[in-house]
Structures are given as C-alpha cells and as structure tokens.
C-alpha cells in the first residue's frame, strides 16, 4: 500500500522555524517528482516548492523563496521542507505529493500554524 504520511507541523511563533517530513512507504520516491503544497482556511492549495527525482533541481514558489529548503534524502525514502523564518502568512495545512506520469499519491497533511 502506497502511503505518504506528513509530519513536524505545529504552532510556532513568527520568525521561528519548522522542519517538515514526508515519509513515504509502498513506493521508492526515488521515482517520483516530490511537491509540497499548503492550503490555508477559504484558499485553494497551492504548490510551495518541489523537487527533482535526483534532487538536482529544485523551486519555488516566490512567496517562500529564500526562506524555504526542498530536500530529499532517497536512502531514507523521505523528503523534506525546511521553513525558516516564519510569517503568519504561512499558516496552512502542508501536504505532501509525489507524482510521476499520471500518477499521484498524497498525504493526509500536517497543520502549520504561525502566531504574530
């Protein structure tokens, strides 16, 4: 079965920092194109950074550019989101996708939530 389960999410204070996982299981993400997105409450989910297979290439969505790392460790089967100095702004539920051609697997989510 394949699963993706999201997790270091919490509340943090402005300017703090979060470390996000994606750990994935029925599946090597080695395979796969690796997204994070976040959707916060009346918005629609939208793509903050992604990730080659090999990790070579990487972006970003302009809003979190300079403050948010993509990473994947393929040993672990796990990719990561580095979030560092928060804004209220960032407070979304964070969700995991890999996809490769027509498919696409997705975790649950983990909440972030940034206090001013």
């Known amino acids: 079965q394949v699963q993706l389960v999201e997790s270091g999410g919490g509340l943090v204070q402005a300017g703090g920092s979060l470390r996000l996982s994606c750990a994935a299981s029925?599946?090597?993400?080695?395979?796969?194109?690796v997204g994070w997105y976040r959707q916060a409450p009346g918005r629609q989910r939208e793509l903050v950074a992604s990730?080659?297979?090999?990790?070579?290439?990487?972006n970003y969505a302009g809003s979190v550019k300079g403050r948010f790392t993509i990473s994947r460790d393929n040993a672990m089967n796990t990719v990561y989101l580095q979030m560092n100095s928060l804004k209220p702004e960032d407070t979304a539920v964070y969700y995991c996708?890999?996809?490769?051609?027509?498919?696409?697997?997705w975790g649950k989510g983990t909440l972030v939530t940034v206090s001013s």
């Open positions: 029925g599946i090597r993400i080695s395979t796969y194109v």
């Open positions: 990730i080659t297979r090999s990790g070579d290439m990487t």
């Open positions: 996708n890999a996809g490769l051609g027509q498919v696409g697997y």
